[in-house]
């Protein structure tokens, strides 16, 4: 390498490390949102016209920036075609079921882009840090999961698993700010409380399920969400490039003439809201 070509590459990575460092400003992020959020259209247009199936999972840690990530990615889009799947707790019924049975319910068919927030993949995560599955279970669910994504994707599906990581430090800021906002409190669960304290259990727990299921056919991006204006960009850039989308062409729209005034309305006595702003 050229002195100077040396030179350019450290000046690079400075200004890597100092831009990775420094929070992503609105005006920014709007703007970059804004370009990505067109692309996003095109690709829900070409999933229409193809008939594609795509499914994307969303894990990591508490705090991380899943519901905010996932709410970028879907604000722009129908919800008939963008579908998120949050599922509660497990019903008796639902116990008794073979493990992934609820879940492939909801599965994409054609035409569809279903986003699970948190997924079958509760097993290896939560369930056996909080020891509602035992070692048996999550071993034998660690041993199936492979070949479960491998029929996923040879029937067709798109799928794409992405685990978003923060700091220890990141995370307690955020979890704090939860108790603190009164917007946010619905999003600090009595099961957030008792995870807390178990940060090497789920990094134990998180490496574990990487080493089974980081497949050639389903791997496993992991996006790091210091910055949350960052990650969102970030991973919703890297979503697009997963698949193969093309611009469908779409027909001019003009809007037509219209009149308007031949029919005189009655004096209803509409009950309006009241208008304190």
């Known amino acids: 390498m050229k002195k100077h070509d040396h030179k350019k590459s450290e000046h690079e990575n400075s200004e890597h490390e100092q831009s990775a460092g420094q929070k992503l400003g609105r005006k920014d992020y709007e703007k970059q949102l804004r370009a990505i959020h067109v692309e996003m259209v095109k690709l829900q247009q070409w999933v229409i016209a193809t008939g594609a199936k795509v499914c994307v999972v969303f894990e990591g840690r508490d705090g991380a920036g899943k519901g905010g990530t996932i709410k970028a990615l879907t604000e722009r889009v129908s919800p008939r075609t963008f579908r998120v799947v949050a599922l509660p707790a497990p019903t008796d019924r639902e116990k008794s079921q073979m493990y992934v049975q609820r879940y492939i319910k909801h599965f994409p068919a054609a035409g569809e882009v279903v986003i699970f927030d948190r997924s079958w993949y ?88 990487f080493e089974a299921s980081d497949t050639p056919w389903a791997p496993w991006f992991v996006a790091r969400s210091e910055d949350k204006k960052r990650v969102r960009l970030n991973l919703l850039t890297h979503f697009l490039q997963q698949i193969p989308y093309e611009e469908i062409k779409q027909p001019n ?17 509409f009950k309006y809201i009241a208008e304190p702003f």
């Open 122 to 209: 509760n097993r290896a995560g939560v369930e056996r840090v909080m020891g509602f599955s035992n070692e048996h279970g999550v071993k034998s669910f660690l041993e199936q999961v492979p070949m479960f994504e491998k029929n996923m994707v040879q029937s067709g599906i798109i799928l794409i698993k992405y685990w978003l990581e923060v700091s220890p430090e990141e995370q307690q800021r955020r979890l704090e700010d939860r108790i603190d906002d009164g917007r946010k409190t619905w999003k600090l669960s009595p099961m957030d409380i008792k995870s807390f304290t178990r940060w090497d259990e789920y990094t134990h727990a998180r490496d574990e399920m």
């Open 253 to 269: 729209v003009k809007l037509p003439k219209r009149k308007i005034g031949k029919y005189k309305a009655i004096n209803y006595p």
